[in-house]
């Protein structure tokens, strides 16, 4: 059964995927199509430097809070954390000179 249910939902996926990029042709063959703006990613200092991040920086260094609690008295997800702390520790990959 879960073989089954497993397979559907793959052909499922394959077909919605199918249907998206038919949709992005038509798009470019009508000059409506563009894809991601140049710019629109930031750099990690940009990121790390806004002031909810920083905020949260400065609690993970504390260290004697939670990701839960940090997210209360900041006001953001976990998830947002998360990604603030995996991209602090990328930081400091590269700063040490590591890849």
């Known amino acids: 059964m879960m073989g089954i249910l497993s397979t559907m939902s793959s052909f499922e996926k394959s077909l919605i995927r199918e249907r998206q990029m038919e949709g992005i042709k038509i798009r470019k063959e009508k000059g409506l199509y563009s894809g991601r703006r140049i710019g629109t990613r930031e750099s990690i200092d940009v990121f790390l430097n806004k002031k909810k991040n920083r905020t949260i920086i400065d609690y993970l260094k504390r260290g004697t809070y939670s990701y839960e609690e940090i997210g209360k008295i900041v006001g953001c997800s976990t ?5 603030v702390n995996k991209v602090l520790e990328i ?6 000179g590591h890849k």
């Open 79 to 83: 998830t947002t954390i998360t990604k």
């Open 91 to 96: 930081k400091k990959v590269k700063l040490s």
